[in-house]
């Protein structure tokens, strides 16, 4: 079959590699309908994830048929068509039963590797990286999905690829990130990066009632569709000091909830930490650029919510964690649950209530993969998010 694979920094090519086979009876594999380019895959793409290796195949947000089917699969047969969250979860171990399915014990078999790194493993993910379970990923024409009993998700009605897609992971993650905030009824909630991720938190935080929404991003098409949902955007390279900004709108109190989709690779319009950040990762000093983090941080409102969808790798230098402590600051993250919002929001789009296409801007074959990562990494040609159909 042909795949995307990753090959180095900067580096990703559409490889001919064997068909994936089942190998454990929880097993299906899919064929692929349509996948999409996330903004974690950038990560991968710009050399931010440790323990990638050449000819990985990437990609988490799969969808498609299933085509075979292992003898232990009860939920699911040949012909079914489904969404596979970017978490594999076992559905029974500790972590799971409380609905935890991104901190998983059962599912990397790199755990060992992982708890160097962490203190404990999360669970394995799809196409990213051989501490978190070296699994092939989704940007193929074919899939493996283990545990296929408790992670996809079958769409029983016609509704198309484009609507149900991102349930296998932008949704759920932007709307994780929504409730991790703990949004009150009139909070106003800002949220740092209008990517997809940010995007469907900003719906997200209306959906939990919201009484204001601040996006804040450089990249003028992605203010223009947060401000569509009535957010109040800011353009951090054109409008000035962002901790300003926010002070002025909120007289002084700072926002009640504060959303970091940025993560790693933070840009900071020259201010002084984003520029040592750039310098010490280039010298491999520092794994993470956190201005965005800091930033929440001291711009959040005393006893408020920081919640961190954006993904960090590693060590972050200078994060003004007495500022968090003395202001009484909630702070809460990871990789996202997956599982537990498929039913729910599933339920949201079949309503109408949202329609998750909205933030397509890019729809290509596999072989077009490698050019769209460059268009996507560099913002270019309004690009928002990449679908691919293989
Ligand atoms: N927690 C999870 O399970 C999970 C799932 C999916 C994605 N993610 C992460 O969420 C983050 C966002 O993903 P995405 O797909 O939206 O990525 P993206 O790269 O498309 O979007 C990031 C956005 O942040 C903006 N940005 C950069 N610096 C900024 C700053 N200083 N202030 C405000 N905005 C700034 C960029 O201009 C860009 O629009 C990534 O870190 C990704 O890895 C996490
Ligand atoms: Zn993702
Ligand atoms: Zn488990």
Redesign the pocket.
Known sequence: MRAVCWHGRGDVRVDTVADPKIQEPGDIVIKVTATAI???D??LFNGYQPTMQSGDIIGHEPMGTVVEAGRGVTKLKVGDRVVVPFVIACGTCFFCSRTEF?CCDNTNPNAEMARKAMGQSPAGLFGFSHMLGGYPGGQAEYLRVPHADVGPIKIESDLSDEKVLFLS??FP?GYMAAENAGIERGDTVAV???????QFAIRSAWMLGAGRVIA????AE?LTLAAKTGAEAVN?SEDGD?YGILMEKTKGRGPDRCID?????????GSFDAVVDRVKTSLLLTSDRA??LR?AIMCCRKAGTVST???YVGMIDNVPFGAAMNKGLTMKM???HVQRYLKPLLKRIETGEIDPSFVITHRIGLEEAPEAYKT?RD?KDGC?KVVIKP
Do not use: K, M, N, Y
């Open positions: 996330c903004g974690s950038l990560h991104s992971d932008i993650t740092w990066g209008c990517g997809p991720v940010g804040i991003d450089r990249v992605r951090f962002v989709a940025v993560g790693c690779e933070a840009h900071g319009a201005h965005v930033e969808p954006g993904v990871g990789q996202t996507f913002r928002i």
